[in-house]
């Protein structure tokens, strides 16, 4: 799962793909809580043998993405994303909302 930070407009995700990319890619964000589904502009680095995809888009706080990055059109990445300002590692579901 990626973390990006709903107060940023310009995200960076780091993943591994499953194929050296040859074309230009399409990054699709399906919203798992509107259902909407939206291609953003992209542009990526390779490096190690790692993929660093640059974007620009604004998220709401706790929204779930499903992220396909497609390669003409064989997918090359597929995952999930989640934006949120808790640390990952800290990252609870229900914060704030119940106390004990």
């Given at each position: 799962?990626?973390?990006?930070?709903?107060?940023?407009?310009?995200?960076?995700?780091?993943?591994i793909?499953?194929?050296?990319?040859?074309?230009?890619?399409?990054?699709?964000?399906?919203?798992?809580?509107?259902?909407?589904?939206?291609?953003?502009?992209?542009?990526?680095?390779?490096?190690?043998?790692?993929?660093?995809?640059?974007?620009?888009?604004t998220?709401?706080e706790?929204?779930?993405?499903?992220?396909?990055?497609?390669?003409?059109?064989?997918?090359?990445?597929?995952?999930?994303?989640?934006?949120?300002?808790?640390?990952?590692?800290?990252?609870?579901?229900t914060?704030?909302?119940?106390?004990?």
């Amino acid at each position: 799962m990626k973390v990006v930070l709903p107060a940023d407009t310009t995200h960076n995700i780091t993943l591994i793909p499953r194929f050296d990319t040859v074309n230009a890619l399409t990054l699709s964000l399906y919203n798992e809580a509107t259902k909407v589904s939206t291609t953003v502009s992209n542009s990526y680095l390779e490096t190690d043998g790692n993929l660093v995809i640059t974007f620009d888009f604004t998220f709401v706080e706790k929204d779930k993405y499903q992220i396909k990055i497609l390669d003409g059109t064989d997918v090359l990445y597929r995952g999930k994303l989640i934006a949120t300002t808790q640390e990952p590692q800290d990252y609870k579901l229900t914060d704030g909302r119940y106390t004990y």
